[in-house]
């Protein structure tokens, strides 16, 4: 199910007042079964799939906590009767057996992600090498797997970690996994964040109803009147790699910046209005990130919760690891300046190498990657350069021109790692990068090139018009909530603010017959 | 303490650390630092942070990184 | 207490400028059929009716072209109507016969069989055009599930605006003339007038045929129509009006004659059968698609004294209300008549 299909609507409309009426005990167990309803309606592979990581988790996680268990009673009881070095060995056994139990349950729930998002992509090139039939390509992306196992491995790591006990009760965790609003794009949720949140009953208030709605109703509007609309000419610009060349290009990376914020953070402000529905905070995925003035920055501020989970779950330990510290301490010789940055090198790298592959099984996504982490590392160096350079012009540094010459650098340079996510090679991608500064043909930018796109110049004038008012909520939201601000004039206020944005939904929108229902970009990861 | 200070003072000559007390949650210590700073904690404390501690609760302040250090200190022993 | 009452107040306020507005937006949009694509306006017209009809004739655009219902008053007395649009469907035919059997109930219904080829609906637009008129009600609601094509929803035949808003882009004078309004009466009880002459210069040379017969689907739509003429004591008589383009196909003309024989209808193939004297020469006004008023007035002729004679329709003339009714609608009809003479 879409977040714009009638099928959402109509589901969202009958859950919410069984969710109020019943007692309020058993709201969460309304929700485990729509979502088991959502979950079904998507396929019934894509359940069992889920079933699959549900039960292997829910079974690790009470194994590790039975270990721990075992491990305290049986070093008490060792206190009297053994020696110190003994009782290190007993908990160093008790350790490994955790840590096998961990790998294991990774393995098969890491394993079921990578074979459905490489399965076709491998069945593809075996059968290009072999001239087999190619065989996988019917294992479909199932809906929001890359985001409830990241949400799942997170829950087992904690558990693993005892920053949290294991759950109890695999119906808990079962709506933990299953959550629906979480399934079309994330965010990538922490268990303790939100079990508070989904076990407690929740009773109706009209302020979060209302909160809500307006954050859902600027969620459909930003995807339905800017994003759908601008994607249109995106695809037809990534579709010819070999006509729309040089200054297109350019526009091309513009309108796909505009293009992805709108449909992400759209599809995110509609999960999190339907989180206040229910009286469940989803954490924010996004700040204002094409505010950023570097790489680094804007990836803390953009998919925040992706950042945390590769950040908790694989830099840090990756980076702090035995072997990488050995590495590092052999490396001393070489100066410490060599010695303090391999790590630091490999886990960046190694981290957005993964982060690449979980966006996408085509190889440019890799090299998406490895350009993010690369660019991020050499800024990272250039700091002190960097830092010459202020103390040498404080006034121009410290100027409001030169804080938005930054932030329009980083949308370009960001913008410009993105081709590689526009284009089906690595190839066209730096190619048509390459031609932004060979190729002179602003007359074609300016003059009818984009009239040939598949959108009137209305639509442009619409999504315009659209980038304006995120581009003033964005600015209004640096001094607080905006939509606090709205709400805090009363009721009415809020009420007109969201019968506007449907309207305007209604009226600008692009949906119905002769417009594809669009699908979130970020579906299907 | 004054160890600890001084690798601080090494990655960002321009904040106070005596002082500031969200040194993770305003990203003023971003990932490179942390681990810039686990790895010259190990050379000069000769203690491994783990990644479990890795949490705003440790390293939002240079008084709760020095407790940390403290008490992985006295495990060791 | 006080602030209750103005927020309950304020927001209902709210809610009925929104749906104030989107209703006027609704009819903004949509299209008016007002000076091309007029056949959209067809069906909804029937609804301006003033007197019943003895005579109902469903069917496609060689209904609506073929057959004036002002000359076989003029001629016989005997009133009637026609219930067709652009590539009318048989499912289609069924459900305007089920909606008008809610108001009136005819003594003969005539249909004609050549879109009982498709058994799959053909165009979104032309969807809109005969389901768009339909007043609501279950036959509409039927009407329309057997009608969508693939992407087509529902939804949007009950809120129009959610399949027209884009028009916003094109909107016309038309669209502000006729905002809350409905143009003028464009048809004569559901006949539409062209009066060129366009002469049908060649036989059309017909494809082979995939398969020699009729669909199935639509053979049954018209078996429910057979009986649901029967339960309502209609005389069903099945027709192929005389236009020779598109090709109707002996095959399809057999199965026809066998469905009509198998239920005793009467089936008249007026291609075969042109006792009315159609001349392709001067008769039609788009080389043998449609009759030009000449052809549909030579056609009535002929066609009225058969119905007249074979299931005694009574001679309305006379009649005040009839006499009134039909009077007006000469009158405009022959002044469009001169018009384009």
Known sequence: MQFTSWAFLLFLAVLLPVYYLVPKRMQWIVLLLFDALFVCAAGTLGAVFMLVTIGTVYGAARWIDALFFRQRS????????????????????????????????????????????????????????FHTR????????????????????????????????????PFRLALFVSFFPLLVQGPICRFLDLKNDLFTPHAFSDERFLKGSLRIAW?????????????????????????????????????????????????????IG???????????????PYFSKGIAEYWRRWHITLGEWFRTYVYYPLSVSKPMRALSTKLRRLGTGVSRRVPVYLATMLVWALTGAWHGSNPTFLVWGLLNGAVILLSEECKPLYARFHRRFPRLTKSAFYRGFTVIRTVLLLSSLRLLDCYSTVGDAFSAFGSMFTTWNWNLVLFGGIQSLGLKWTDYLVAGAGVLLMFAVSMLQRKGPVRERILRRGPVIGVCAILLLVGTVLVFGRYGFGFDAGQFIYNRF | MEPLLEILHDLHPDTDFTRETRLLDDGILVSFDIVMLVTRIEEEYGVLIPAKAITPEHFNSATALYALIRTLLEQDD | MKRTVRTIIGITLALAVFFGALYALTRLVAPKYAETAVEGRLVREYYDEQTPHDVLL??????????????????????????????????????????????????????????????????????????????????????????????????????????FHDRWTELTKEDFRYWFKNAGPVSYKGYLMRTEVRPATETPIPKPLEDPHLPETSMAWLRKMAKLCEQNGIELVL???????????????????????????????????????????????????????????????????????????????????????????????????????
């Open chain 3, 239 to 341: 027709i192929k009006s005389p236009s020779i383009e598109p090709y109707w196909y002996p095959e399809w003309d057999a199965d026809v004659r066998a469905f009509a024989d198998a239920h005793g209808l009467r089936y008249e193939n007026m291609i075969e059968n042109n006792a009315a004297g159609i001349d392709m020469q001067t008769d039609t006004c788009d080389m043998g698609q449609h009759l030009n008023v000449t052809g549909a007035e030579k056609l009535s002729r002929w066609f009225g004294k058969e119905l007249q004679d074979a299931y005694g329709l009574k001679d309305h003339r006379g009649e005040a209300a009839f006499d009134a009714d039909y009077g007006a609608l000469t009158a405009r009809y022959e002044a469009e008549k001169q018009e384009g003479n």
């Open chain 1, 74 to 129: 049986r070093i008490a009881a060792m206190k009297q009767t053994h020696t110190k070095e003994e009782r290190k060995r007993e908990r160093l056994r008790f350790e490994a057996k955790r840590r096998r139990v961990l790998i294991g349950c990774l393995v098969v729930n890491v394993g079921i992600l990578f074979a459905l998002k490489y399965g076709a992509a491998i069945g593809r090139l075996s059968a290009t090498l």
């Open chain 3, 58 to 163: 469903l069917g496609d655009c060689e209904v609506f072209s073929n057959f004036s219902p002002v000359t076989l008053y003029r001629e016989y007395g005997v009133t009637s109507c026609i219930r067709g649009s652009a590539q009318q469907l048989v499912w289609q035919s069924y459900y305007l016969l089920e909606d008008t059997l809610k108001t009136e109930t005819p003594k003969v219904v005539v249909y004609n069989v050549l879109a009982l080829k498709y058994a799959k609906p053909q165009s979104e637009a032309y969807n809109r055009m005969t389901l768009d008129g339909m007043r609501w009600g279950k036959a509409k609601i039927g009407a329309i599930q057997a009608s969508m094509t693939d992407g087509e929803d529902f939804l949007s035949y009950v809120f129009p605006l959610l399949r």
């Open chain 1, 274 to 288: 339907i989180g206040e529905w229910l009286g469940i905070g989803i954490p924010e995925n996004f700040r204002r």
């Open chain 1, 134 to 169: 190619a065989f996988g390509s019917e294992l479909m992306l199932t809906m929001g797997i890359s985001f409830y196992t990241f949400s799942t491995v997170g829950y087992l790591i904690d558990v693993y970690r005892e920053t949290i006990p294991a759950e109890k009760n």
């Open chain 1, 219 to 271: 969620g459909y509007w930003k995807k339905l009147i800017v994003a759908d609309r601008l994607l249109v000419a995106v695809k037809a610009l990534c579709a010819r790699p070999d006509v729309y060349r040089g200054g297109v290009v350019l526009l091309e990376m513009l309108l796909y910046a505009a293009c992805l914020y709108a449909d992400f953070t759209g599809g995110i402000d509609i999960t």
